[in-house]
């Protein structure tokens, strides 16, 4: 059985990377927090990261986190450098690239709490990993709490379209890249409305713009079996987007229950911008049966009108079906995907869990411009089951699963969740 997973996480005081595969150990970095209360006034703290790694044959990593606090704003930094990083460590290899930039995980963050002495928010943000990058500048406006909280933002973000473009492998428990990336500019308005009760809600307009690139970064509008990967046929797809979401969410000592709704409308300012009604629903509900906690939840959408194949509902992976790679159960219009887990505690820090996860795309792949899943072989319908541990400590949550796919193929998760913040 050949496992791959790597992961990267902060805490307060500490960071993780773990890397491994079938033929490697593993890496434990941790980051040793040092005070420099005298290093000047511009300076509050400075972070260096020290790394352990245990049978280390051909990898090194060195990095460093700054924390920067001037007279009215705070720069976070938070980089890892990675010099020769063996491909055959990683997930299967999405692009071939000699830049030692390519080989660079990091964070930026900027905020300034009072830009223009109204107290108007500033936070510019900016995350790269291997594949991909995302960019974000949003400005707040300060307005009673009874009006509805203005936010403007720009975001551009590249990454793999795995989900539909991408090509399952090792039984379906993996997606390999299909040579489409996406490049997205995103330039809009979100309105959060006051909450009330126990429901919220937040209306949004933005102007999108997507591109699909190969793996060279060049503009392309078909992929690798001809097909075409936008909806107007042209290098890139253009829309408005009117979007709606609304929150429900309720939690007591027996337990909880939570339901969001989105809907996404494309408006025609243009003629050949994109014009469709999009909705995705999650409904979830946990239960408490003596010791144990049940959790089972409901997530389904649909899609009309226009439609690029990357707009299809992915179905399969960490989140969906446990057990599948992103999207190796399949991509269609519609999709219903249905989890439990029923957790148990072993002692204080620990509980265990089995769960059973299954989804469908409802028969809707064949409606995708293109037929992504057919051409992929994806079956449209799947299931995976496991158990998993969870372990608690002050410093965060870990989470191991192991789960088992209906082709058999066995695959293990690993993540982090609920880690402070850094400082």
């Known amino acids: 059985m050949m496992i791959n997973w790597l992961f990267v996480c902060k805490g307060k ?36 990261v020290y790394f352990v790694r245990i049978s280390v044959n051909f990898m090194r990593v060195v990095g460093c986190e700054f924390s920067y606090f001037f007279i009215a704003a705070k720069i976070d930094v938070n980089v890892d450098f990675t010099h020769k990083l063996c491909t055959s460590l990683m997930f299967p290899a999405f692009r071939d690239t000699c830049s030692p930039l390519s080989l660079v995980i990091g964070s930026l963050c900027i905020k300034h709490p009072n830009l ?27 307005r009673p709490e009874w009006r509805p909280q203005q936010c403007f ?13 991408g090509t399952p492998i090792d039984n379906f428990s993996r997606s390999g890249s299909g040579g489409v990336n996406l490049s997205k500019l995103a330039v809009g308005l979100d309105l959060s409305e006051p909450a009330s009760s126990k429901w919220s809600s937040t209306t949004s307009v933005k102007f999108e713009h997507v591109r699909p690139l190969n793996d060279e970064g060049r503009s392309i509008t078909r992929d690798l079996d001809g097909f075409p990967t936008t909806c107007s046929g042209n290098t890139h797809d253009s829309m408005v987007v ?19 709704m989105q809907i996404e409308q494309g408006i025609p300012v243009v003629s050949k911008w994109l014009i469709f009604n999009r909705f995705k629903f999650v409904a979830s509900k946990g239960v408490r049966l003596g010791p144990a906690f049940l959790l089972a939840s ?12 990357y707009q299809a509902f992915a179905i399969g992976g960490l989140g969906s079906v446990r057990g ?40 809707s792949s064949r409606l995708v411009p293109g037929n992504p899943s057919l051409r992929q072989g994806k079956p449209g319908f799947g ?35 609920n880690l402070a913040s850094s400082t």
């Open 153 to 165: 933002f720009i975001q551009h973000s590249l990454s793999p379209e795995i989900g539909v473009h």
């Open 242 to 260: 009117l979007k709606q979401e609304s929150r429900f969410a309720k939690a007591n000592d027996q337990g909880l229950s939570h339901f969001s």
């Open 13 to 48: 005081h500490f960071r993780i990377l773990f890397v491994t595969n079938h033929t490697v150990g593993w890496v434990l970095l941790l980051i040793v927090k040092i005070k420099m209360g005298l290093l000047k006034k511009t300076f509050e703290s400075i972070k260096f």
């Open 324 to 363: 599948y790679g992103e999207g190796a159960v399949g991509s269609g219009r519609s999709c219903l995907v249905a989890n439990t887990e029923l957790a148990l505690p072993l002692n204080k820090m620990t509980e265990g869990t089995i769960f059973l996860d299954c989804g469908t795309d409802l028969g």
């Open 298 to 309: 409901l997530t389904g959408g649909s899609i009309v009108g226009d439609m690029a194949p």
């Open 116 to 142: 223009f002495g109204g107290s108007e928010k500033l936070d510019v943000s900016w995350d790269k990993g291997l594949y991909d990058s995302n960019v974000l500048v949003a400005f707040r406006r300060p």
């Open 383 to 417: 299931y995976g089951f496991g158990y998993g541990l969870r372990f608690k400590s002050p410093l965060g949550h870990l989470q191991v699963d192991y789960a088992i796919n209906a082709f058999n193929q066995k695959t293990l998760y690993f993540g982090v969740t």
